[in-house]
């Protein structure tokens, strides 16, 4: 007669509470995946076969806005407001204070019906950022100062050329005007970020089109006239709106030549150098 199996000792209290542990971590890993995105496949039937060389993509452009509202706080509500179908990646207060709304891997909503060059979607190519301004006033030297932050963290990630960071004006010239005539676009030119040229500028060269010019650096030229409005708001602004453009070409030429000039992962992009003439170069609807 065999002698009775002595019950199983309990496994020591450190050992279940391992073992509790890792089938913690298998069930948060199992919810997860469940909860992961499924990848967004073609509209006709496909294998799929997934790669493990990818990264995330990165925006070419940053877009600069004025808020037009009477504080950063009224702001704030109309870009966290699902009605209002506007965003942006940041928010920066008049005292400096950044807020960031949109993962910056996001599309936000910020630039509208825009072009700039080839780029017929703004939205998804760029960071839009929103400074609390009404659009009549200084912008504040906190507020610039943390733009300037920001905008050197961008380049160092993101490595957005120094001639991409342009206004809402200069995308949607019909119907924008921020950041404004009062936007210190020399400021930011002199710390690598912007398009400028310093005078004096050298003679434009015989033959030069100034209108091709303009079409060269980015701006949409279908409407010549709000193409112009912008350019001048942005690097003349107060000069008479039915001054002839010829009176730009000069500056206009110097413009393509910093252009065309500048590196990809960039110096600044102020210049005072010559340039050769240009000879040529699914949209969102939101407003904002």
Same mark, same amino acid.
């Given at each position: 007669?065999?002698?009775?199996?002595?019950?199983?000792?309990?496994?020591?209290? !450190?050992?279940?509470?391992?073992?509790?542990? =890792?089938?913690?971590?298998?069930?948060?890993?199992?919810?997860?995946? %469940?909860?992961?995105?499924?990848?967004?496949?073609?509209?006709?039937?496909?294998?799929?076969?997934?790669?493990?060389?990818?990264?995330?993509?990165?925006?070419?452009?940053?877009?600069?806005?004025?808020?037009?509202?009477?504080?950063?706080?009224?702001?704030?509500?109309?870009?966290?407001?699902?009605?209002?179908?506007?965003?942006?990646?940041?928010?920066?207060?008049?005292?400096?204070?950044?807020?960031?709304?949109?993962?910056? !891997?996001? !599309?936000?909503?910020?630039?509208?019906?825009?072009?700039?060059?080839?780029?017929?979607?703004?939205?998804?190519?760029?960071?839009?950022?929103?400074?609390?301004?009404?659009?009549?006033?200084?912008?504040?030297?906190?507020?610039?100062?943390?733009?300037?932050?920001?905008?050197?963290?961008?380049?160092?990630?993101?490595?957005?050329?120094?001639?991409?960071?342009?206004?809402?004006?200069?995308?949607?010239?019909? !119907?924008?005007?921020?950041?404004?005539?009062?936007?210190?676009?020399?400021?930011?030119?002199?710390?690598?970020?912007?398009?400028?040229?310093?005078?004096?500028?050298?003679?434009?060269? %015989?033959?030069?089109?100034?209108?091709?010019?303009?079409? %060269?650096?980015?701006?949409?030229?279908?409407?010549?006239?709000?193409?112009?409005?912008?350019?001048?708001?942005?690097?003349?602004?107060?000069?008479?709106?039915?001054?002839?453009?010829?009176?730009?070409?000069?500056?206009?030429?110097?413009?393509?030549?910093?252009?065309?000039?500048?590196?990809?992962?960039?110096?600044?992009?102020?210049?005072?150098?010559?340039?050769?003439?240009?000879?040529?170069?699914? =949209?969102?609807?939101?407003?904002?």
């Amino acid at each position: 007669m065999s002698a009775p199996r002595r019950p199983a000792r309990p496994a020591p209290r !450190r050992c279940r509470a391992r073992r509790a542990a =890792t089938r913690a971590t298998w069930l948060f890993a199992a919810w997860l995946a %469940a909860c992961a995105p499924l990848p967004e496949r073609a509209g006709i039937p496909t294998r799929w076969v997934p790669s493990p060389n990818f990264n995330a993509r990165s925006p070419a452009f940053v877009v600069v806005h004025y808020t037009s509202s009477v504080s950063a706080a009224h702001a704030l509500r109309t870009l966290t407001n699902p009605v209002a179908e506007v965003s942006a990646h940041y928010l920066i207060r008049r005292d400096g204070t950044i807020l960031q709304l949109v993962d910056e !891997r996001m !599309r936000a909503w910020h630039a509208g019906e825009s072009r700039w060059g080839a780029t017929v979607d703004v939205n998804s190519a760029s960071i839009g950022i929103e400074l609390d301004n009404d659009g009549f006033e200084p912008y504040s030297a906190a507020l610039i100062d943390a733009l300037l932050a920001l905008l050197a963290d961008l380049r160092e990630r993101h490595h957005v050329p120094a001639a991409n960071v342009i206004g809402h004006s200069d995308v949607a010239p019909a !119907r924008k005007r921020d950041p404004g005539p009062l936007f210190p676009w020399r400021t930011l030119a002199a710390h690598g970020f912007g398009l400028w040229c310093e005078p004096p500028f050298p003679p434009a060269r %015989a033959g030069f089109d100034p209108l091709l010019g303009l079409r %060269a650096i980015g701006y949409d030229t279908r409407d010549a006239e709000a193409a112009i409005g912008a350019f001048r708001l942005h690097f003349v602004p107060g000069l008479p709106a039915d001054a002839p453009l010829e009176r730009d070409s000069a500056l206009i030429q110097c413009l393509v030549g910093a252009a065309l000039a500048a590196p990809e992962d960039e110096v600044p992009a102020t210049t005072r150098s010559p340039a050769p003439p240009a000879a040529s170069s699914p =949209t969102s609807s939101r407003s904002w």
